[in-house]
């Protein structure tokens, strides 16, 4: 299993909800469990809590390490019968 865990960070002390401290404690969670564990901050005006959802750079990384490494490739997609 890989895991990412993705903090929100406006003064890298907390996204306006979660404490980024609690966010990296994560890990602790995850270990022993997961194959992978990475951790990515985000920082900017839409690093609050509720924006990040809709934060294209959260939305172009789970493209990125979720979406397109579990994307079939052409050749897991044509039929061999």
């Known amino acids: ?8 960070t406006q003064n890298f002390d907390n996204d306006g909800i979660v404490p980024a401290r609690s966010a990296e404690a994560g ?3 995850y ?3 997961a194959q992978h564990y990475t ?8 690093a609050q809590h509720s924006d990040l959802p809709q934060n ?3 939305i172009n990384l789970i493209e990125q390490y979720i979406l397109a490494k ?3 490739r ?6 061999t019968h």
């Open 1 to 8: 299993m890989s895991v990412y865990s993705i903090i929100g």
């Open 27 to 29: 890990k602790y969670i």
């Open 31 to 33: 270990q022993g469990q």
């Open 39 to 46: 951790e990515i901050t985000v920082t900017g005006n839409d």
């Open 56 to 58: 294209q750079q959260i």
């Open 70 to 72: 579990n994307k079939p």
């Open 74 to 79: 052409d050749d897991q997609n044509q039929n």
